[in-house]
Structure formats: structure tokens, C-alpha cells
């Protein structure tokens, strides 16, 4: 039996087994079968695991009332909005307005922050976003039918709104939204490539890219995907402090390179990737500060870059990054930042108690110490770098003595 089916209700010939709702008109699927379900799992480690989910009732009910005014509308379409990875929200009205209904779970600190980041990103490819609560359409789904048609009523008339979403919704054959290269090959690819760029800026060109990647098999050259991930590396291993004030990085050559970072992916790939890659930057931004406030260094950096030792410092930083990424409608917020790195703490809380666990284990002779090893990193990390983290107990509201409590 075919998995796709014809939806008796509006005649979409793409109803697939594995949907529980049309996602045309959000009926009841007849055909659906939940043993039929597809996940998407990135193999690489760095890309996250992209599962589909089933929409709530609230988007149903609400996805349901549009398609009865007559409005088009998509059910948890796939927006691609980086070269790798693409993100369903609930409904899709016409081709730019996105509209999320959320629940209770999206006033957590951390969700809120990453719906914003993302929004950021899709405003910028060209869609307007527009959120609901569970409430407002069990309460008052009148208001909301009336809010989304003048939206709606205000882009028609609106003929200056910039980017056309058309550029990230064309067709792009799958195989190039995976990497064709595995991240060791992407990253020793990126050493050698950046060996040859030294001092070297018209070297950042697709025609030299082009040429000093196509001599590898397999070649990441014609792979969106791949060629986003190189320079993300490429960028990483190009961080550099200001001539002038040594404790500083230097945002604004690094944003040059972003610049002619979008001219390579523009050349390879068309705008659409351009924008992506755009995208890609505004969704790590605020991920990228945090580690320097952390690490000192971007994660795929050896060596520590920077220190952000003080308040004044990460203000500065801040401020910096936003004077020189602004032009690309790239931002980091200081509030998105301490929530980052609330969220670092509790990552390395964990991973504390985790290496406790181990640690009582082997005292007990139930494993040999080999295990202890994976946390050398965090040993250094606690000696090194935690006595100098003062000041994030007061920027952060954050117990420092959590983490060495039990050591
Ligand atoms: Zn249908």
C-alpha cells in the first residue's frame, strides 16, 4: 500500500501514514498509523536531532477554524531556515506568516529565549511570527480568527516588506541538506584550507574555495549543508584580539570575514544561502558569547582566545558584536546571554554529579578509574577557571558553591 493518500476533506494528495492530521486542513487522518511514524536524526554531533511531532489540540482547533474561513494554511510545514536544518511550526498562513500556539511550557527561560533567537531568524528570511496561548483559543477564538485576518489584510497592502520567504522555501534536494562530509573530514578540511589563508583575505573567494576544496574526495563543494559547516570552522579558527586592546576580540575583522563568508555561499548557492548562513549565526550568536564567557574560546577553538573576566567586559563584547553583526540583522542580547549561561551551569552541575557518582563507584571497587578520565576537562575547568567566575554569582543570581560543594 502506497503511504500517501488523498484527504477525503480537502483533496491533499500528500495525507502520509505517519500524520495524525491533514496538513491542509487539519481532519482526522483515517489512514494514520502511529507504528508508522519517521524521526530525522542528524548523524553528526553537532547538529541536533530533528523529530517530528504531532501538532497540539490547540493548533488543530485553531488550524482548523483558518481552513474553514477560507484561509490557506499548512499544519507543521518544514521551514529550513540554515543550510542544515530545518524547524516545523504549527501553522504556516499563505507563504509568510508563521503563527505558534503556545503552551505553559514556553515560558521557561530557556524555551522563551530560544523561540525569540529563532524568531530573529525567520524575520529576517522574510516571515512575520506571530504567537498565541492554548488560552486565547479555547477563550476567545474570535479574536484571534479576527487578529490573523488583519495581519493578513495589512501585507497585502504592505508592498516594501523586505526578504520574499520564496527564497528559503525553494526546492533543495535533500541530499544537500545533509552533509555529504563527515565533521572529522569537515574539520580537518577547514585546518587545511585556513592553513592557506593566512594574511590572505581575497583569498576568501568562491573561485579559490572552490578550487582548493574540489581536490578532495568526497568534495563538500555542492553540499549547502557542508560548505555552512566550514565556515562556521573557518570563522572559529579566525578569531582574533584588537591590535590595541589585547583583551578584546577583534569583532570587527571578524565580521569581515562573515561578510566575505556570505559572498562564498551567495557564489556556490544562490542568496537563499546567503541568508542561511545568515540564519546559521543569528541562532549560535548568543551560544558563541557564552563560551567565551566560559571557555574563552568558540567550542571547535584549541586554544583559549579570550577571558571574559568581568561584567564590563561581557557588556563590551556585547555591544561590539551588535555594533559590527547589526548591517547582517545578527544580534546577542545580554538577557538572552545570562540565560545561556544559567543554562552552562546547570550543564556542568550535572556532569559534576555524574563524575561523583563514578568517583564513589570506583572507591567501591566497582569500576576501574578509566571512566574518571572523560572528566579531565572539568577538573582543569574547576582549578583554572572557576575562581575567576565570581562576578556570575552576581550578574547571574547564581550559587558558585553548587558546583564545588561536592567535590
Ligand atoms: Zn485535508
Not at 102 to 107: T, V
Not at 348 to 366: A, D, H, S, T, V
Amino acid at each position: 500500500m502506497s503511504d500517501q493518500q488523498i484527504c477525503q476533506t480537502c483533496g491533499n494528495e500528500q495525507l502520509l501514514r505517519s500524520q495524525k492530521y491533514c496538513r491542509k486542513c487539519a481532519s482526522d487522518n483515517p489512514y494514520y498509523d502511529p507504528s508508522n511514524l519517521i524521526s530525522y536524526n542528524h548523524d553528526s554531533q553537532n547538529q541536533p536531532r530533528i523529530k517530528r511531532s504531532e501538532p497540539t489540540k490547540y493548533a488543530v482547533q485553531l488550524a482548523r477554524a483558518l481552513h474553514s474561513e477560507g484561509i490557506k494554511i499548512q499544519l507543521e510545514p518544514e521551514i529550513w531556515y540554515t543550510s542544515c536544518n530545518f524547524y516545523t511550526p504549527d501553522i504556516l498562513v499563505n507563504k509568510d506568516l508563521i503563527v505558534e500556539v503556545d503552551g505553559p511550557y514556553h515560558e521557561e527561560p530557556q524555551i522563551k529565549k530560544n523561540d525569540r533567537i529563532r524568531q530573529r531568524a525567520l524575520e529576517n528570511s522574510g516571515y512575520l511570527v506571530y504567537r498565541f496561548k492554548n488560552e486565547e483559543i479555547v477563550n476567545s477564538l474570535d479574536y484571534v480568527l479576527d487578529k490573523i485576518e488583519s495581519i493578513l489584510n495589512e501585507f497585502e497592502h504592505n508592498s516594501d516588506r523586505k526578504t520574499a520567504p520564496q527564497l528559503i522555501e525553494m526546492e533543495i534536494p535533500e541530499t544537500q541538506r545533509m552533509s555529504n562530509v563527515s565533521e572529522n573530514l569537515i574539520k580537518a578540511y577547514s585546518i587545511a584550507l585556513n592553513s592557506t589563508l593566512v594574511g590572505k583575505m581575497e583569498k576568501w573567494s568562491t573561485s579559490y574555495f572552490k578550487e582548493f576544496l574540489s581536490q578532495y574526495s568526497p568534495t563538500p563543494i555542492g553540499n549547502r549543508c557542508a560548505m555552512e559547516r566550514i565556515l562556521f570552522m573557518l570563522l572559529g579558527l579566525n578569531l582574533r584580539l584588537k591590535s590595541d586592546l589585547q583583551s578584546t576580540i577583534d569583532f570587527e575583522h571578524y565580521s569581515m570575514l562573515f561578510d566575505k563568508s556570505l559572498g562564498v555561499m551567495k557564489g556556490l548557492f544562490g542568496e537563499a544561502a546567503e541568508i542561511e548562513l545568515k540564519n546559521a549565526y543569528n541562532i549560535t550568536a548568543t551560544n558563541f558569547v557564552k563560551n567565551l564567557i566560559f571557555y574563552g574560546k568558540p567550542l571547535i577553538a584549541r586554544i583559549r582566545i579570550v577571558w571574559i573576566k568581568d561584567y564590563e567586559s561581557i557588556v563590551f563584547h556585547i555591544s561590539d558584536f551588535k555594533r559590527q553583526f547589526y548591517r547582517f540583522g545578527i544580534f546577542v542580547e545580554e538577557s538572552e546571554v545570562k540565560v545561556e549561561c544559567l543554562g552552562e551551569l546547570d550543564r556542568i552541575e550535572n556532569i559534576l554529579k555524574e563524575r561523583n557518582k563514578i568517583n564513589q563507584q570506583i572507591n567501591q571497587n566497582q569500576i576501574n578509574d578509566g571512566e574518571l578520565r572523560r572528566f579531565g576537562w572539568l577538573e582543569r575547568w574547576i582549578q583554572e577557571d572557576l575562581k575567576w567566575l565570581h562576578w556570575l554569582e552576581d550578574w547571574l543570581h547564581y550559587d558558585k558553591s553548587l558546583l564545588v560543594l561536592n567535590q
